[in-house]
C-alpha cells in the first residue's frame, strides 16, 4: 500500500491554542521541576500569586498550572529568597514575610512571556512538549556504506578528510586544541569533525579514529569550569556562540557512536548553562543569530533522548535562541526574498545562511506547534527554486542568492548545508519530497564540485562551466577570482572544513526509524543498518542502476510476533514502479509516496525495479537541463588540469580548461521528442574501488546530436546567457554534430543548460 504525504498535513496530538501557545490537552511527562533561576515576569493570570502550602515545590506549580484551563506557564517564587540568601527579595514574598509566612508562591500565567535571570524563581511552561520526529535517525554508524557508496566514503577517508589533521593549519593548529590558527570565528575544526566523525565511524578506519578521538579528547579535556567550549574569546559578541553549534553536532555523533563516553552529555549540559546565561546579557548575533536553528537541534536532540532531566531548560534555550535568530519565516514570507541576484548583501542573502535556513522553521515547529511554521518550510524552498534554482536541486548562491543564470555559481557550504536541511525535514515531516531533494543533490551538485580523488575542491560550482581558473574578471560577484579553481582552499577556507559532511550526514539518513516500530528507506544507495527492530541489507547501483535488492532481517525474538513495517520511497519520477518479494508477484508502488510493505518472515527479501525517464526541464531562457532518474546530465567538455601549486600529501591546486567547442544547442524537436533524439546508455559499474563519478569509468551516459553556435559566446570569462530556445537550424539533420552528455555529478567542466535547436524553417 501507498503511503501519501502530503505535509502540511501532518500534525501528532490534539492541540488547542490558547493565547499565543498551543496546549496539549493531556499531560505527557510535563516538565514539573521547571527551570531554576529562570523567571517569565508578567502575563498573570487574575489574583495572583497564589500561596503554596508550607514546604510546596515548583511541582506544585506546575501542577496547579496543568490544572488550570487558562494557564500556559507558570512561576514559583521561592520561600526567603534573596540573592544572598536572605530576607525575602521579591515585593510580593516581602509582603507575606511580613505577616509571618513564608511559604512559597505560584503565578499562573496566561501567556509565554520572554525569560529573565532570577535566582529567586523557579519557571515552567505548561504542559510542554516536543511534536516527535516522523522518523528517527539510527545512531551514528549504525548505517554504514556498501558497495560504490562504500567507494567514495573511502575515496573522501584518503583524501583530504583524512590528512587536514596532518597538515592544514587551520584543523592541525586549530585554537579548538591549543594553537593559534582560525582565529575569528573559529568555525573550521567544528566543521570539520562535524563531519568526520560520522565518516570515521561509518568506515571504521583505525587511522581516522584515531584522529577522532584526539580531537574530541582535547575538547573534552579543556571545557573551562564555567562550562564554556574551545577557545573562550575576551570580549563576547554575539558571534561568540556560532562555532559551538557544529562542535555540540560532532560531539552527539561521538557520544552515539562511543556511548562508553560518559562525559559527551554532561559537558553539553554543562556548556548550555553557560551559554544560556550568557545570551541573557549579550544575545546571539550575527552568524549565531542567522544559525541559530542548529543550536535548537542540539536542545532538541537531549530533549527527544530524554537523558537529562532537564527538560524545561532545553526549552528554554531553544526558545530563547529561536526569539535572538533572524526572522527566516519573515525573510522568506515577504517581498524582502530577492527574486533576482542580490547586489545589495545583507546576512539573509547569504548562501550558506540560506541553505542552514532552509530547515529552521520545521525544526522550530516540533516546538511551536504553529501550523505556518510548517509551511514555511515549503515556501522557501519553492521560493529558492523559482527565483535562484539550478538543474543540480541546488540554488545558486556565489556567496549571495545569484538568480537564474546558468554561468553564476553556488558555494560548497551551500550544498552540504542545503542537503543536511532538507534531511532534517524529512526526520520532522516525513514527506518524501524533502527526501528526494536531498538525494538529487547529493547524486548532482556535491560530487560536481571535487576532482574525483576528493584532494580538490571548489568554492563555486557553476551549471555551465566552461572553465575553471583564475579570473579577475568573473561572472560571480561577491567572491574572489579563485573562486573555481579546484584546490586546498580557494577563495576561503570554510569549505575545506565544511564539505565533510555531505556524504556521511547522508549516509546517516539513508534508512531511519519509524513510529510505528518499523524502518524507512529514505533515500537509495547501497548501505548495511543495524537497528533493534531489524536489519537492512540495500544492494544497489542506484543512481548508476535502476534496481534494488532490499533484505529485511528480523531479530530472532521477534519471529511469529508482531510483523515489521518497512517504508520505501518510491521516486516521483518513477511512474511504474514494482516492489517483489521474492516468490510473489510484482505490485505496483505509486510514484512520490512512501510504499508500505510488512515483514513477517525471519528474512523478507524484495525486487524494486524503478522505471526512470529521460525528461526536460526548462531553464533560464528556456534552456534545456537533461535527466534520467535521480541524475542530471550535461554536455561533456574535455578536461586539461594544470598544478597551480603543491601542498603536502597530494593536495593541489588546479586550473581546468578545455579546447572543446562548449557553444553547442541541443537538437530537440519539442520535450516530447526527447526518446527520439537523445539514447541512453548503460554501461557496466567500475570495479570495487573504483569511484564511479570518474569520467574514465563512469557507468551511463546519453547520445545526442548538437549544433555549434557561433554568436553564443563569453561574457566576463563565463559562458554567457544561453540564447532563447527554441532556435531555428535551417539546414539538415547532417549539419548537427554527435554529442556526448555525462552525469553532471562526474565532470569538471560541463554545459547542462543548453539552448535547443530544431529543424526546418
Same mark, same amino acid.
Given at each position: 500500500?501507498?503511503?501519501?504525504?502530503?505535509?502540511?498535513?501532518?500534525?501528532?496530538?490534539?492541540?488547542?491554542?490558547?493565547?499565543?501557545?498551543?496546549?496539549?490537552?493531556?499531560?505527557?511527562?510535563?516538565?514539573?521541576?521547571?527551570?531554576?533561576?529562570?523567571?517569565?515576569?508578567?502575563?498573570?493570570?487574575?489574583?495572583?500569586?497564589?500561596?503554596?502550602?508550607?514546604?510546596?515545590?515548583?511541582?506544585?506549580?506546575?501542577?496547579?498550572?496543568?490544572?488550570?484551563?487558562?494557564?500556559?506557564?507558570?512561576?514559583?517564587?521561592?520561600?526567603?529568597?534573596?540573592?544572598?540568601?536572605?530576607?525575602?527579595?521579591?515585593?510580593?514574598?516581602?509582603?507575606?514575610?511580613?505577616?509571618?509566612?513564608?511559604?512559597?508562591?505560584?503565578?499562573?500565567?496566561?501567556?509565554?512571556?520572554?525569560?529573565?535571570?532570577?535566582?529567586?524563581?523557579?519557571?515552567?511552561?505548561?504542559?510542554?512538549?516536543?511534536?516527535?520526529?516522523?522518523?528517527?535517525?539510527?545512531?551514528?554508524?549504525?548505517?554504514?556504506?556498501?558497495?560504490?557508496?562504500?567507494?567514495?566514503?573511502?575515496?573522501?577517508?584518503?583524501?583530504?578528510?583524512?590528512?587536514?589533521?596532518?597538515?592544514?593549519?587551520?584543523?592541525?593548529?586549530?585554537?579548538?586544541?591549543?594553537?593559534?590558527?582560525?582565529?575569528?570565528?573559529?568555525?573550521?575544526?567544528?566543521?570539520?569533525?562535524?563531519?568526520?566523525?560520522?565518516?570515521?565511524?561509518?568506515?571504521?578506519?583505525?587511522?581516522?579514529?584515531?584522529?577522532?578521538?584526539?580531537?574530541?579528547?582535547?575538547?573534552?579535556?579543556?571545557?573551562?569550569?564555567?562550562?564554556?567550549?574551545?577557545?573562550?574569546?575576551?570580549?563576547?559578541?554575539?558571534?561568540?556562540?556560532?562555532?559551538?553549534?557544529?562542535?555540540?553536532?560532532?560531539?552527539?555523533?561521538?557520544?552515539?557512536?562511543?556511548?562508553?563516553?560518559?562525559?559527551?552529555?554532561?559537558?553539553?549540559?554543562?556548556?548550555?548553562?553557560?551559554?544560556?546565561?550568557?545570551?541573557?546579557?549579550?544575545?546571539?548575533?550575527?552568524?549565531?543569530?542567522?544559525?541559530?536553528?542548529?543550536?535548537?537541534?542540539?536542545?532538541?536532540?537531549?530533549?527527544?533522548?530524554?537523558?537529562?532531566?532537564?527538560?524545561?531548560?532545553?526549552?528554554?534555550?531553544?526558545?530563547?535562541?529561536?526569539?535572538?535568530?533572524?526572522?527566516?519565516?519573515?525573510?522568506?514570507?515577504?517581498?524582502?526574498?530577492?527574486?533576482?541576484?542580490?547586489?545589495?548583501?545583507?546576512?539573509?542573502?547569504?548562501?550558506?545562511?540560506?541553505?542552514?535556513?532552509?530547515?529552521?522553521?520545521?525544526?522550530?515547529?516540533?516546538?511551536?506547534?504553529?501550523?505556518?511554521?510548517?509551511?514555511?518550510?515549503?515556501?522557501?524552498?519553492?521560493?529558492?527554486?523559482?527565483?535562484?534554482?539550478?538543474?543540480?536541486?541546488?540554488?545558486?548562491?556565489?556567496?549571495?542568492?545569484?538568480?537564474?543564470?546558468?554561468?553564476?555559481?553556488?558555494?560548497?557550504?551551500? =550544498?552540504?548545508?542545503?542537503?543536511?536541511?532538507?534531511?532534517?525535514?524529512?526526520?520532522?515531516?516525513?514527506?518524501?519530497?524533502?527526501?528526494?531533494?536531498?538525494?538529487?543533490?547529493?547524486?548532482?551538485?556535491?560530487?560536481?564540485?571535487?576532482?574525483?580523488?576528493?584532494?580538490?575542491?571548489?568554492?563555486?560550482?557553476?551549471?555551465?562551466?566552461?572553465?575553471?581558473?583564475?579570473?579577475?574578471?568573473?561572472?560571480?560577484?561577491?567572491?574572489?577570482?579563485?573562486?573555481?579553481?579546484?584546490?586546498?582552499?580557494?577563495?576561503?577556507?570554510?569549505?575545506?572544513?565544511?564539505?565533510?559532511?555531505?556524504?556521511?550526514?547522508?549516509?546517516?539518513?539513508?534508512?531511519?526509524?519509524?513510529?510505528?516500530?518499523?524502518?524507512?528507506?529514505?533515500?537509495?544507495?547501497?548501505?548495511?543498518?543495524?537497528?533493534?527492530?531489524?536489519?537492512?541489507?540495500?544492494?544497489?547501483?542506484?543512481?548508476?542502476?535502476?534496481?534494488?535488492?532490499?533484505?529485511?532481517?528480523?531479530?530472532?525474538?521477534?519471529?511469529?510476533?508482531?510483523?515489521?513495517?518497512?517504508?520505501?520511497?518510491?521516486?516521483?519520477?518513477?511512474?511504474?514502479?514494482?516492489?517483489?518479494?521474492?516468490?510473489?508477484?510484482?505490485?505496483?508502488?505509486?510514484?512520490?509516496?512512501?510504499?508500505?510493505?510488512?515483514?513477517?518472515?525471519?528474512?523478507?527479501?524484495?525486487?524494486?525495479?524503478?522505471?526512470?525517464?529521460?525528461?526536460?526541464?526548462?531553464?533560464?531562457?528556456?534552456?534545456?537541463?537533461?535527466?534520467?532518474?535521480?541524475?542530471?546530465?550535461?554536455?561533456?567538455?574535455?578536461?586539461?588540469?594544470?598544478?597551480?601549486?603543491?601542498?603536502?600529501?597530494?593536495?593541489?591546486?588546479?586550473?581546468?580548461?578545455?579546447?572543446?567547442?562548449?557553444?553547442?544547442?541541443?537538437?530537440?524537436?519539442?520535450?516530447?521528442?526527447?526518446?527520439?533524439?537523445?539514447?541512453?546508455?548503460?554501461?557496466?559499474?567500475?570495479?570495487?574501488?573504483?569511484?564511479?563519478?570518474?569520467?574514465?569509468? =563512469?557507468?551511463?551516459?546519453?547520445?545526442?546530436?548538437?549544433?555549434?553556435?557561433?554568436?553564443?559566446?563569453?561574457?566576463?570569462?563565463?559562458?554567457?546567457?544561453?540564447?532563447?530556445?527554441?532556435?531555428?537550424?535551417?539546414?539538415?539533420?547532417?549539419?548537427?554534430?554527435?554529442?556526448?552528455?555525462?552525469?553532471?555529478?562526474?565532470?569538471?567542466?560541463?554545459?547542462?543548460?543548453?539552448?535547443?535547436?530544431?529543424?526546418?524553417?
Amino acid at each position: 500500500m501507498a503511503l501519501r504525504t502530503n505535509v502540511p498535513k501532518f500534525l501528532w496530538g490534539t492541540v488547542v491554542v490558547v493565547g499565543v501557545f498551543a496546549r496539549i490537552t493531556s499531560v505527557e511527562g510535563a516538565w514539573l521541576d521547571g527551570d531554576d533561576g529562570v523567571d517569565r515576569k508578567n502575563g498573570d493570570l487574575p489574583g495572583m500569586p497564589k500561596s503554596l502550602p508550607a514546604g510546596g515545590k515548583p511541582s506544585d506549580c506546575a501542577q496547579l498550572c496543568s490544572n488550570t484551563a487558562q494557564c500556559v506557564a507558570w512561576a514559583y517564587g521561592k520561600a526567603n529568597c534573596n540573592e544572598d540568601g536572605s530576607d525575602p527579595g521579591h515585593v510580593e514574598q516581602r509582603l507575606v514575610a511580613a505577616a509571618g509566612d513564608f511559604t512559597p508562591m505560584c503565578w499562573l500565567k496566561g501567556q509565554v512571556t520572554g525569560q529573565s535571570l532570577d535566582k529567586c524563581r523557579v519557571s515552567g511552561i505548561g504542559n510542554a512538549s516536543l511534536l516527535p520526529l516522523a522518523f528517527s535517525p539510527l545512531p551514528t554508524g549504525h548505517v554504514v556504506p556498501d558497495g560504490w557508496l562504500a567507494d567514495q566514503l573511502k575515496t573522501q577517508g584518503s583524501g583530504l578528510s583524512g590528512h587536514l589533521s596532518l597538515f592544514w593549519a587551520d584543523v592541525n593548529q586549530s585554537v579548538w586544541i591549543g594553537g593559534s590558527h582560525d582565529p575569528g570565528l573559529n568555525e573550521r575544526t567544528p566543521y570539520w569533525l562535524n563531519g568526520f566523525v560520522p565518516l570515521a565511524y561509518q568506515l571504521q578506519d583505525k587511522d581516522l579514529l584515531v584522529q577522532v578521538e584526539r580531537y574530541v579528547t582535547y575538547v573534552l579535556d579543556h571545557q573551562t569550569t564555567d562550562g564554556w567550549l574551545g577557545p573562550e574569546p575576551s570580549h563576547k559578541d554575539g558571534n561568540a556562540y556560532w562555532s559551538k553549534f557544529p562542535m555540540l553536532m560532532a560531539l552527539i555523533q561521538y557520544h552515539e557512536a562511543v556511548p562508553t563516553e560518559t562525559r559527551v552529555i554532561p559537558a553539553i549540559m554543562k556548556f548550555l548553562h553557560i551559554a544560556h546565561q550568557s545570551m541573557m546579557q549579550v544575545p546571539l548575533g550575527g552568524w549565531s543569530a542567522a544559525r541559530y536553528q542548529d543550536f535548537v537541534l542540539t536542545c532538541h536532540y537531549l530533549l527527544d533522548k530524554n537523558e537529562t532531566e532537564e527538560e524545561q531548560f532545553l526549552w528554554d534555550v531553544a526558545e530563547l535562541a529561536h526569539q535572538q535568530g533572524f526572522d527566516w519565516k519573515g525573510f522568506f514570507g515577504t517581498d524582502q526574498f530577492p527574486t533576482t541576484a542580490v547586489t545589495a548583501a545583507t546576512m539573509y542573502t547569504h548562501g550558506v545562511n540560506n541553505g542552514q535556513a532552509i530547515k529552521s522553521e520545521g525544526v522550530w515547529w516540533r516546538q511551536s506547534r504553529n501550523q505556518s511554521d510548517l509551511e514555511s518550510s515549503y515556501i522557501r524552498m519553492q521560493k529558492l527554486d523559482k527565483y535562484h534554482g539550478m538543474p543540480s536541486g541546488i540554488f545558486s548562491a556565489d556567496e549571495h542568492l545569484a538568480g537564474l543564470m546558468p554561468s553564476r555559481g553556488v558555494e560548497l557550504c551551500a =550544498v552540504v548545508e542545503a542537503m543536511f536541511s532538507y534531511e532534517v525535514l524529512f526526520t520532522i515531516t516525513g514527506d518524501p519530497v524533502f527526501a528526494e531533494r536531498a538525494e538529487m543533490i547529493a547524486y548532482n551538485a556535491l560530487p560536481a564540485t571535487f576532482t574525483k580523488d576528493m584532494w580538490a575542491h571548489q568554492y563555486l560550482q557553476q551549471p555551465n562551466e566552461m572553465n575553471a581558473v583564475h579570473s579577475p574578471d568573473h561572472v560571480w560577484t561577491h567572491d574572489g577570482p579563485d573562486s573555481t579553481l579546484y584546490g586546498l582552499a580557494p577563495n576561503y577556507g570554510c569549505c575545506t572544513a565544511n564539505f565533510n559532511q555531505g556524504w556521511p550526514k547522508y549516509t546517516s539518513h539513508l534508512v531511519m526509524e519509524t513510529k510505528d516500530n518499523g524502518l524507512v528507506i529514505g533515500m537509495w544507495a547501497p548501505c548495511k543498518v543495524t537497528s533493534s527492530i531489524a536489519s537492512i541489507s540495500i544492494v544497489t547501483n542506484y543512481p548508476f542502476g535502476d534496481n534494488a535488492t532490499v533484505e529485511v532481517t528480523l531479530p530472532a525474538s521477534d519471529i511469529k510476533t508482531a510483523p515489521v513495517p518497512i517504508y520505501m520511497r518510491i521516486p516521483s519520477w518513477s511512474q511504474a514502479t514494482t516492489v517483489t518479494l521474492t516468490g510473489g508477484t510484482p505490485q505496483n508502488a505509486e510514484a512520490g509516496t512512501l510504499y508500505k510493505v510488512m515483514c513477517s518472515a525471519k528474512v523478507c527479501q524484495y525486487q524494486v525495479q524503478f522505471r526512470p525517464e529521460l525528461r526536460v526541464g526548462r531553464r533560464y531562457n528556456n534552456a534545456a537541463a537533461i535527466y534520467r532518474g535521480s541524475l542530471l546530465y550535461g554536455m561533456t567538455l574535455m578536461e586539461n588540469y594544470t598544478v597551480l601549486q603543491q601542498y603536502e600529501f597530494e593536495s593541489k591546486d588546479y586550473q581546468v580548461t578545455t579546447k572543446s567547442a562548449w557553444n553547442y544547442a541541443l537538437y530537440l524537436p519539442s520535450d516530447a521528442d526527447i526518446d527520439n533524439v537523445v539514447t541512453f546508455v548503460q554501461g557496466t559499474m567500475p570495479e570495487s574501488g573504483t569511484n564511479p563519478y570518474n569520467l574514465p569509468t =563512469v557507468p551511463v551516459h546519453l547520445k545526442a546530436k548538437g549544433q555549434i553556435l557561433s554568436g553564443w559566446g563569453l561574457a566576463h570569462n563565463a559562458a554567457a546567457a544561453p540564447p532563447q530556445s527554441p532556435m531555428k537550424n535551417n539546414g539538415s539533420a547532417s549539419a548537427l554534430d554527435d554529442i556526448i552528455l555525462l552525469p553532471f555529478g562526474s565532470t569538471c567542466l560541463r554545459m547542462a543548460e543548453m539552448p535547443t535547436v530544431t529543424l526546418g524553417n
